[in-house]
């Protein structure tokens, strides 16, 4: 038996976790490193899920990790496929080149 | 009999439908016949109605004929009813019959006129409406007749409308005529909400029944429908647009702007004579009105070249007689001047036709002259209709109608010296402008040639005419000749009586001589300076050398600058409002609102970049924020 992890030592890596995803998510400019960091940042929410649902004692927050992983890979799915057509157009994979839009 | 009431002014309408949806398709015969038949058929309905309303008269000497309830809205239900007694009665005959004459004579002269059917449209919409206006047992019935014949008149003075100055005269006719229209839009509802009805009859009864005489109230109301009498009967101060009307065709200036459109003003109050009554102060200034009216506009009518102009004037003059008679409370002396004036006056238009037809469309009256030889038929009729304008005595019917009107300016409890000596040189002015315009016509040599000589169908309207303008007046005699009432008798079954306060015959005698006299002095006046030759030429001349004649002539031949007053004082200081506002002040505040939308759009587009992390940079920013607000709440 393992000594129980302590409440805030997860939740400290969960935003550990969560702050480097943002930090890559703001600052890398290729998309694939994008979703990666959004990934990363799913994970730590997910991480969260896990603690407090362990210290509590319920399987509720293992449930929503479940729901998360499942949005992630639907996230990831979509996410690819709007790189490829990214890629398709612009020959690049630079976010800030996609910038038709603007106004 | 009585009940084919509704037809009479039912028929012309169906003549106007007809000829509106179909007079593109027929034949310029078959036009004619349809717009002269279906008035023809109603003129001889009014006959034989007004004949079975005298044979046989209905209870009370007054007939309704209820068609159905025009609207109901809460206590407000006016109805399509008829109401015919002796007042309407003389007006509805006078007006059919002579408006039939007058089509008959459009027949010739608008003869080749590409607007053949579009002309006899509007002039059957015209008697439609005008019989309309003089049926209506309710005011507000009366009020749609009334603005009809004013729609009709402002169609027919704008008939020619490819010459914008017809168009821009019909404009102002119109305008100047809604000033009055609107005034006494604003006295119906002011009767309306204070007696809750608006029929006529239930009117005058209530008026009569509730407000003393000279309650405020009727004072308001009275002096409100006077504004719109002032404006359709074209008396000052709203005058000014009937000379300008002459732009139309002749025979509408005959039938509408000489006949019986003009003298609306002069029915409506004849038929809400008990609210005058109720507002002495309205009623003295009908009097006033009429008699300051028939004074400038007598002495315009002198200087005036345009010969249809002369007659404008001397139109607007005749029914300030009309005023004055109702203003002292002489009804039936303004009905019967009513009656005469419209053949008279009917009679000299179609006259001025012919002559203008004969001369290539020229109203100059001094190149005119010599038309008696080329037109002798024109020249003695008209010769009837100068006559009778002039109250020429005994034998012509102006003469018994004016007469009426100044003795009973002069003898009515209501009237006085000024209003008879206002009546009495109107008389003199008359009689010069007429002779002016009848010599300069017909005297002297033929300056140019007739290029084009009446037909039968223009010349029985005239032939018929001069035979009414001489006997039309025998109906009604004055004590001091012959004393035969039979008009103001059968009026006082509508009409008040008189309120005379002399009688006395002999100086009635005495001014009767005495206007005659005057009358015929103003001919031979007329004679001495208005020939067509170089003698009397010089005899104009030397007076217009005198700047002071020539500047008073110039202002009368302006209509004593009415135009020029209304035009600086009104028109242009509201074109100047127009123009200095042309972007609407009160715009700004809409305009304000577009643009601080525009401007927040431009900033606001500033942070759409279409760069992806800074959005992702915004709202993980804003989360920050929020979540820091909810800590520090």
Redesign the interface.
Known sequence: MTAAVPLHHGLIVAGILFAVG?LG???R?NVIF?LLSIEIMLNAAGLAFVVAGSKWGQVDGQIMFIFVLTMAAAEVSVGLALVLQLYHHTKTLD??S?????? | MLELLWLIPALPFAGFLTLALFGQKLHEKSIAVTGVGFIGLSAALAILVSASFISSPPQGYFYTQTLWTWMQVGGFSPKISFYLDALSMIMMVVVAFVGFLIHLYSIGYMKGDEGYSRFFAYMNLFVGSMLTLLLAEDLLLLYLGWEGVGLCSYLLIGFWYKDSANGRAAIKAFIVTRIGDASMAVGLFLLFTSLGTLSIQGLMNLASQRWPVGAPLAVASAALLLGGAVGKSAQLPLQTWLPDAMAGPTPVSALIHAATMVTAGVYLIARTHILFTLAPPVQTAVAVIGAVTLLIAGFSALTQRDIKRVLAYSTISQIGYMFLALGVGAWSAAIFHFMTHAFFKALLFLGTGVVILALNQEHDIFKMGGLRNELPLTFWTFLIGSASLSALPLITAGFYSKDLILWQALSSERGGVWLWAAGFLGAFITSIYTFRIFFLTFSGSATSQVSRKPGVLMTIPLVVLAVLSLIGGFIELPETLGNSRLLSNFLQTALPPLQAVTTDYSTQGSLQFITSVVSLIGIIFAYRYFLHSPQHTGRRENIMKNPVAYAVHCFLFKGWNFDLLYDTFLVRPFLWAARTNRNDFVDLIYRGMAAICRASNTV??????????WY??GI?LGIVILVGIVEIL
């Open positions: 943002l998510l703001l600052v400019r994008i976010a800030d996609a910038n038709k839009m603007r106004g | 606001l587009s500033f942070t759409q970049s279409g760069k992806v992390r992702a940079t993980a």
